[in-house]
């Protein structure tokens, strides 16, 4: 990989310029981590601004059009969706694990086999979530099984 820096113009906009064949898993890697430079998210609790470390959230989980991160002790809202958290959170560290979670695979203590082919996550401070059928290959696959 070649890396260019170049001055800009006075007056024209600071540009980052991806040039690549294809966007393989490495350079998605390393466009999500430029992304989530900022290592905090800002959720809501009780009407408040909460910047919260994404590396403490457990799992993501959408309810009734409403998105909950839920950390070891608390649980807080976020405006964004799922579709937009797991385009902007570090793909090493997060995935999808149904089509109503997100999950931050360093907070797995656990995984057993459920029924149908699907696995269930036992995560940090005693939370359980379903891993469907549709993502046990891509789980497989981070955690190297």
Partial sequence: MKITVLDKTPGEEDEIILKCGFLDEDMM?????????RKKL???KNEKIVLVDYSSIIYFESVDDNV???????VFETKSRLYQLETDLPAEDFMRANKAVILNLNKIESL???FGG??????????????????????????EL
Avoid: C, P
Avoid at 29 to 37: A, H, V
């Fill in 112 to 114: 057993s086999a459920a």
């Fill in 42 to 44: 800002s959720l809501y």
């Fill in 68 to 74: 909950f991160a839920y950390t070891k002790n608390e």
């Fill in 29 to 37: 890697k390393f466009i999500n981590s430029f992304k989530t430079g």
């Fill in 118 to 143: 699907r696995f269930e996550a036992t995560m940090n401070g005693g939370y359980k979530v379903i891993i469907s059928r549709m993502y046990v290959a891509t789980l497989k696959k981070k955690l």
